[in-house]
């Protein structure tokens, strides 16, 4: 009895100890931004129990069903008991499947079923809400090559309202995702991280002073010395947002309603605080997230209220002083976009269905023409 116990234990043993790969990314149905015509970077990131820690890890990977190929390794260590590593392969523009195993000794320990990935353009989209889910129609992507990145890290088809961003109606992105798709010919990725009704002075990272606060100030405080500051939340989270990726192709801003022509007159921002705030918000994530991991900010013309306040000179002004210094690129006018385009029968300052086609139709006219340029 005890020789069967123990050979009983022995088989649990080693049974435990069987080595098991886990992928961390590429996750199901990730986009990864080419960097190309025609290709673009792959991360390969995971980790290995039940192997001593004095393995190196020699992994392989299988692309689309092809040859097993020695996966480059950027950097493996230890941690929690597994061994941790990342590499990288290249892969063409579309709809691609990869495999992956770790090697011992020529033969092969452990397996990691294929997983779908996607190499194409990959877009954040953030500022107010019509960047937002506050749109009259939800809908969602016509293409199986459109998708969300949400923030618990999981990529799926593009459908409202989109995860990362507040509201519960409908945005651009089905639309906008489905053009972009068709006229550039490859998949495309958003990562939604805008939120209603936000002043840009809410989307700076705490620390940055400024004179007066926007209208609402859940989301900022005042400092000892009567100003006022960002709480910084709104900032660190686009920043999360950012770092999930490898890279992007750009940041999509579409901002300035809170901003502009506010009912109490305190709280509206000049068109001069505007863009020095603007800037700062640009130059800080692109120090923080990496030059080699951020793209260009499209910067659009954004302050319309209502068919009684169409707009404010001074704000717009501030937008396009963005372009001409090459601080940012130049986004839609999303301003023009009047009567039945905006919700409420045309009374409202978000957008109706075919509103949300025709601002998403107004992205694509300017990121298309600027996308083919940088191949």
Known sequence: MRALLALCLACAALIAAEPTLTLDGPRPNQVFQRDNRTTGGVRVEGSVAGVDDYDTPV???????????????TSFGRMDGRTVFNGGFRAETGAHSVELRVLRG????????????????????????NSANHGAAKTKATSDQVFTLTPKGDWQPCADPQPGASGNGGSILPALGDELQQRLGVPIGFIPCGIGATSVREWLPSG????????????VRK????????????????????????????????????????????????????TEYLKTLISRTRKDVGAYRSGPWFVAQVSYHGPDDVGSEDIRAAQASLWKDKVALEGPDSDALRGPLRDNGGKGVHFSGEGLKAHAHAWAEKLVPWIETQR
Not at 59 to 73: H, N, P, Q, T
Not at 111 to 127: D, I
Not at 210 to 216: S, V, W
């Open 106 to 129: 020529g033969q092969p320990i452990a397996t990691q079923p294929a997983v779908k990935f996607f190499v194409g353009e990959v877009f954040v989209v953030t500022g107010q809400s």
């Open 208 to 219: 940055v002073p400024f004179p007066n606060p926007p209208t609402i100030v859940s989301r």
């Open 59 to 73: 992994a392989e990977y299988r692309l689309d069903g092809g040859s097993w190929r020695k996966l480059g390794l």
């Open 223 to 274: 400092t000892a010395d009567g100003q006022w500051e960002s709480d910084g939340k709104a900032y660190a989270m686009l920043v999360k947002r950012m770092e999930s990726v490898p890279s992007f192709r750009a940041v999509l801003w579409h901002q300035g309603e809170s901003d502009a022509n506010q009912k109490d007159a305190t709280r509206t921002l000049s068109g001069k605080l505007y």
